[in-house]
């Protein structure tokens, strides 16, 4: 008598990989939309860090803008004068003028290379002296000569600074006007060096001659400066004639992904837009 094993017929060997198939069909698919969506928030994530990392670089100084510093301004760049260092002056000393400075933030004190000076004259205006030479930061004592005395402060960190200017102030008396130092610095979006044939944000200290620096890429074609222009802070895509009359920037900050993700032809962008104000009066 002989007996029969059991085991799968055809049809169901043939049910059974149908089924295995559509499975395994389901799980790529469900392991390729999962990659694709960590390679979009990958990319996400990288053009949003480049948007806001330009924005901290930028805000901080063109905040600082005073009276008279905006110097060139254009939809891929603008050129500002930064103040770093305020003080009073003292007077004359040999052809030059002695400002005696108010405690500031050492490090940025440090970090900058003065492109000019600015003094505040009688009328109220600012008026800049570029170039000029900053000198020794330890005279004080011509600051004893002024009736009353200018005070040279000191704090933690920070000790006692006199330091010469010049071209000296071309007034007298000039002590007790208002000086403060400052560096020009021009951002722009121009071609990366990092990432060939992508747009970069630059910061060049002390233009054209001076160091310049990639900061932040990669950016689209359409990132740009808009202006706002007026007391009513008229939005205009380029800048007036008369630049005292811009009272703020709103910079379009379109940060991209490097490389397109996983499923997609173009990078991920994301369009960070901020409006920074700054005093650029012509007059107080």
Do not use: H
């Amino acid at each position: 008598m002989t007996t029969r094993r059991p085991g799968f017929s055809l049809a169901e060997l043939t049910v059974a990989m149908v089924v295995a198939g559509i499975i395994g069909v389901a799980l790529a698919r469900l392991i390729i939309n999962q990659s694709r969506f960590v390679a979009m928030q990958d990319g996400m994530m990288r053009a949003r860090s480049g948007a806001r990392a330009a924005l901290n670089a930028l805000s901080s100084e063109l905040r600082a803008v005073t009276d008279g510093g905006l110097v060139q301004a254009g939809p891929d760049s603008i050129t500002v004068r930064v103040p770093y260092a305020f003080g009073v002056a003292c007077g004359p000393l040999s052809g030059t003028t002695v400002v005696s400075l108010l405690p500031t933030d050492s490090a940025i004190f440090s970090a900058s290379t003065a492109s000019g000076y600015a003094w505040l004259d009688s009328t109220g205006l600012w008026q800049f002296v570029t170039p000029a030479t900053v000198g020794a930061s330890n005279l004080w004592a011509p600051c004893l000569l002024p009736s009353p005395p200018v005070t040279t402060l000191s704090a933690t960190g920070w000790p006692a600074r006199g330091l010469t200017v010049s071209p000296t102030i071309p007034v007298t008396p000039s002590a007790g006007r208002l000086v403060y130092l400052y560096q020009t610095i021009r951002y722009a979006f121009a071609a990366s060096v990092g990432i060939p044939g992508r747009r970069a944000l630059w910061r060049t200290v002390n233009p054209p001659g001076g160091t310049r620096d990639e900061l932040v890429a990669p950016f689209d074609s359409s990132a740009r400066f808009e202006f706002l222009v007026g007391g009513a802070y008229t939005l205009q895509s380029t800048p007036p004639a008369v630049l005292d009359s811009v009272r703020g920037v709103r910079v379009k900050l379109v940060g991209t992904s490097e490389t397109a993700p996983q499923g997609r032809s173009q990078p991920v962008r994301f369009d960070l837009t901020t409006d920074i104000l700054f005093r650029n009066n012509a007059r107080p």
